[in-house]
């Protein structure tokens, strides 16, 4: 049955963000994931269900990434809807009517300028249910460690895409684990290895968004 | 037999003493200098002189004008900040929207700092190295400058919310950058390398409604100044490398994301030959020089011999001057002659 769940559900798979949004050239003129957002709630949809429609969406889109159906600019427009239907849920979330699963604090690091895979990442996770902070790209330790303190039990993600880079990597680790020592830290980026994220003792390494979750999820259950 | 003529011979399918070697060099080639960044991206002189003093010393075949992709955007209105010693960053003056996009007029090289000096490096080259070591111009593709002018995201969602607006700005991308080339050609750049690194990221469509045409507009103008073709893009390029080699790019370069070159080299026409494809990381960096070797090896046969002996992509400046000879011995190989 085409429930507004499941359509809401396609427009983020198809990154069809509002009804005047261009693309996709086939969803035209329909309701996107703003509008759609807006009318479950109003017709009584808990955010909660809501947001496992956009999940579910996240992850056709995941998968099809991963097996090179779709590509970067497909990936944007479906972070993009899932943006637009994040605005009506949040509300919610922060009144408490609705829980997420936790904080991801993310950011590409010091002299790192690269923040398309970090973005991808970043919207991944937040369509799974959790809040992410997203400092931006070239962020210094120190930046990672305002935010911990303000978002206790957070974990951080960085990310970094050049070898000349991968050392700021390991000196935020090193900072951060200072005066943090227990703070759970993941890492990714196209130079990054298993091999990389255990030599500067991060926890976990990801090739891609959906490890990233996979890790969140058994760390939040 | 001297860089420029094995270059060309290997390209003329010619006999040769070796395969040419032309790994990309900028921010080590920088550091083996000891030249602070802002001076190898700013002063031809600094550049030029870094990157002669280590084709001499690790017996390259090519020198280039590569350092940062901020030449073309500078002309186009781009602001560039130039640290000491570190990378250059875009700091402002992108396009707003596609819409300002597709009012971009053309620049003039001559009128501009950045473009100026590639054509002044290329003077350089000519008056120091002449016809010894192969010479390479550049210009950034169609695509991979519309990514700079618009930023990354921005630009990728365009390809698909704005396309018209997105393909007016890339038509007058295109214009310039044929301007650009035979400029370059003058001054005697004997092949102009295009970078279009970002077509690796948008899919097969999106490569062909946007970038194809225009890069084949740029090999033929290219062509017609009377230099040979570089085609660049790396990441995983699979899926286009079939149009890649149908630009009549006289050099196509593969990325080491590409898992082998096998499945391609039969489209090759014979003027045309692969540039490739170790992994500049876990190979060039981090190898030992029997993993250089025995990597070379490898693609050099996967490409049926028709393959200048490259690294995927840039050279990574912690690449150690020791790896870099072996890279270079490897290329010696009697597997690759
Ligand atoms: C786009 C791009 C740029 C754009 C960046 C725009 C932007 N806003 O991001 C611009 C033009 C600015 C740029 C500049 C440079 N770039 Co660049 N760039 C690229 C390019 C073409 C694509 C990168 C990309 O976006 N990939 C797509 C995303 C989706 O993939 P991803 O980032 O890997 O992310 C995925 C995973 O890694 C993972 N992931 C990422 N982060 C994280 C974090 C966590 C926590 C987890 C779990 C997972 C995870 O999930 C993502 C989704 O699957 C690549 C080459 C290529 N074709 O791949 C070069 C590349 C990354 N660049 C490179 C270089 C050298 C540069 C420059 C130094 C060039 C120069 N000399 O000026 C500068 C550096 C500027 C700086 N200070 O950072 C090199 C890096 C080489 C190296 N390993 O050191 C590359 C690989 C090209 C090459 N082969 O040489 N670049």
């Not at chain 1, 890492?187 to 091999?195: D, F, I, M, T, Y």
């Not at chain 2, 007016?168 to 003058?186: G, W």
């Not at chain 2, 494809?277 to 490409?303: H, L």
Request: proline residues 6%; hydrophobic residues 40%.
């Amino acid at each position: 049955m085409d429930t507004i769940l499941n359509k809401l559900t396609r427009c983020i798979e198809f990154g069809k963000t509002d009804k005047a949004a261009a693309w996709p050239p086939d969803m035209k003129d329909q309701d996107g994931a703003d509008e759609l957002a807006l009318r479950a709630l109003e017709e009584g949809h808990p955010p909660d269900q809501i947001l496992d429609a956009l999940i579910a969406g996240m992850e056709v889109v995941g998968r099809k990434f991963s097996e090179n159906k779709i590509f970067v600019p497909q990936m944007l427009m479906s972070a993009k809807a899932m943006k637009a239907a994040m605005t009506h849920l949040k509300p919610a979330f922060e009144s408490g009517a609705a829980k997420r699963k936790g904080t991801f604090v993310i950011g590409t690091v010091q002299g790192d300028l690269h923040d398309i895979g970090k973005n991808i990442v970043a919207m991944y996770i937040e369509g799974s249910g959790y809040e992410v902070v997203d400092l931006g790209v070239d962020v210094k330790p120190e930046q990672f460690l305002v935010e911990i303190d303000k978002h206790p039990g957070c974990v951080v993600g960085l990310s970094a895409l050049l070898t000349t880079t991968m050392i700021n990597m390991k000196r935020t680790v090193d900072v951060i684990r200072e005066t943090h020592p227990k703070q759970v830290i993941c890492v990714g980026g196209a130079p990054v290895s298993e091999k990389f994220c255990r030599e500067i003792s991060a926890d976990f390494y990801s090739p891609d968004p959906q490890g990233a979750v996979a890790f969140l999820n058994r760390l939040a259950s | 037999m001297n860089g420029y003529e094995r270059t060309l011979a290997f390209l003329n399918n010619r006999a040769v003493d070796r395969p040419p070697f032309h790994p990309i060099i900028m921010r080590w080639a920088a550091r083996q200098a000891g030249t602070p960044y802002r001076d190898f991206c700013l002063e031809p002189e600094a550049k030029c002189d870094a990157m002669i003093r280590c084709a001499v010393d690790f017996d390259l075949d090519w020198v280039t004008v590569m350092s940062d992709p901020w030449a073309e955007a500078s002309a186009f209105g781009v602001e560039v900040a130039y640290p000491e010693n570190d990378l250059p960053v875009d700091t402002g003056g992108h396009l707003p929207d596609a819409a300002s996009a597709a009012r971009l007029s053309p620049y003039n090289p001559l009128e501009n700092m950045r473009c100026r000096n590639r054509l002044a490096e290329l003077e350089v080259y000519r008056k120091r190295i002449g016809d010894r070591y192969f010479t390479v111009g550049w210009v950034e593709g169609p695509v991979a400058e519309y990514v700079d002018l618009r930023g990354a995201s921005e630009a990728s969602m365009d390809l698909l919310m704005e396309p018209e607006n997105a393909a007016r700005a890339m038509d007058v991308i295109t214009e310039s950058a044929l301007v650009f080339i035979r400029l370059q050609v003058e001054r005697g750049a004997h092949c102009i390398g295009i970078g279009d690194a970002f077509c690796s990221q948008i899919g097969p469509d999106l490569y062909r409604q946007f970038a194809f045409g225009r890069q084949k507009q740029l090999v033929d103008g290219i062509h017609a100044a009377g230099a040979l073709a570089k085609l660049h893009i790396c990441g995983n390029t699979s899926a286009i490398l079939p149009e890649m080699i149908a630009t009549g790019a006289d050099i196509i370069d593969v990325d080491h994301l590409v898992p082998s070159m096998s499945g391609f080299a039969g489209l090759l026409a014979p003027h045309q030959v692969f540039s490739g494809k170790a992994d500049p990381v876990s190979v060039i960096q981090d190898g030992s020089p029997e993993d250089i070797r025995q990597t070379v090896m490898r693609d050099f046969r996967d490409a049926g011999g028709r393959c200048i002996v490259s690294a995927g992509c840039e050279i990574t400046p912690d690449t150690t001057p020791g790896n870099m000879h072996a890279f270079r011995k490897a290329v010696d190989a009697p597997e690759t002659q």
